[in-house]
């Protein structure tokens, strides 16, 4: 018991070359271009694979294959036709480096794969790379169809890590990836802070805060606020900046403002530059519903202390909730919230 292999080149597969037959008869009229089948015998039964060698490269075959035993050979299989070329490459490229250029462009360079593992012409490299931590979502390949050993990945994200994997191709297919290696991209300009928030709004002061930038872009070294009158006062209009470290809380209590002005706040991240800003407005004074003021205060003077009473007064369109008391060294300082959060009940 065991097994025939048959197989012969199909030579229409292309023109790639000319074979010659010679015609004996001087009558012939018609000849069959067909070639003879290799015979390969295999007298292991048990055998379920085998390795047809020494066929030319970049050819067509025909392979069938038949049983035989004692009695003799059974009928062959169908034809199968396979293209005997070129096979994946079986190692990755070498010494896969990332130069980081700008904040949005990463250099990869390699090596090609070792030329015993090339197995064919290589033809070009595929470049997968992805955000560290983020592969399934930020995952992209980038092919290069010549035989190059670098390429410049652009529009990537700033200060943001990426991991890049190399493989080569030829005609039969993929190989291997090379290893992932991470690289950074430089620091860019943060976007603008996400949001700017008004509290504690009284005739001449604001408390104002801000949220960090959704995309730093690096690292926050701090902001810039600058706020200024949108109409002038006393036909002056002036412009305040102030510069806020990047380890200092997200807020500021803005002083000494005019009375019932529309004041336009402006604010920008900065990390090794500045970026886009952010713009509100707010106006001082009570805001609508709020309540108004108390009544006249009586004051009651001790060796060092005062006593203060008062009446409520309207509530605006909600219960009052607490009531603030500020003061001020004389008719030309500026007034100061002495102290906060007294409870409603108190009078």
Aim: glycine share 8%; with cysteine; hydrophobic share 35%.
């Amino acid at each position: 018991l065991g097994f025939r292999i048959r197989y012969r080149e199909l030579i229409y597969d292309g023109l790639r070359s000319f074979t010659m037959k010679n015609i004996n008869n001087p009558s012939a009229k018609w000849s069959e271009l067909i070639s003879v089948y290799a015979i390969r015998n295999l007298s292991e039964s048990s055998l379920t694979r085998y390795e047809l060698d020494n066929l030319e490269k970049h050819r067509r075959y025909e392979v069938r294959m038949s049983v035989y035993n004692a009695v003799g050979e059974g009928p062959p299989s169908s034809p199968q036709e396979v293209f005997v070329g070129e096979a994946v490459p079986t190692a990755p490229p070498q010494n896969v480096a990332i130069q980081s250029s700008t904040a949005t462009q990463l250099d990869v360079t390699w090596e090609p794969p070792p030329l015993e593992a090339q197995n064919g012409d290589i033809q070009g490299y595929k470049i997968h790379f992805w955000k560290f931590k983020h592969k399934n979502e930020t995952q992209k390949v980038k092919t290069l169809f010549l035989p190059e050993n670098g390429v410049k990945l652009k529009n990537l994200t700033g200060y943001t890590s990426y991991l890049i994997s190399v493989s080569a191709f030829n005609a039969a297919g993929d190989g291997p990836l090379s290893s992932a290696i991470k690289g950074q991209t430089q620091q860019a300009a943060p976007s603008a802070p996400r949001s700017i928030r008004f509290s504690e709004l009284t005739t001449t002061s604001v408390n104002v805060s801000w949220e960090p930038p959704a995309f730093p872009n690096g690292i926050l070294e701090g902001y810039r606020l600058i706020y200024e009158p949108c109409t002038p006062v006393d036909g002056v209009s002036k412009i305040v900046t102030v510069d806020v470290k990047g380890n200092s809380p997200l807020w500021m209590k803005l002083k000494d403002l005019a009375e019932g002005m529309t004041y336009r706040f402006r604010i920008r991240a900065k990390t090794f530059t500045y970026g886009p800003e952010l713009e509100a407005n707010i106006t001082t004074g009570p805001g609508e519903g709020t309540p108004g003021p108390p009544g006249e205060p009586f004051i009651s003077r001790y060796s060092s202390a005062i006593t203060i009473h008062w009446s409520s007064g309207d509530p605006g369109k909600g219960p009052i909730t607490r009531y603030v008391i500020e003061a001020r060294p004389s008719d030309e300082g500026l007034w100061d919230i002495l102290i906060k959060d007294i409870p409603k009940e108190v009078t």
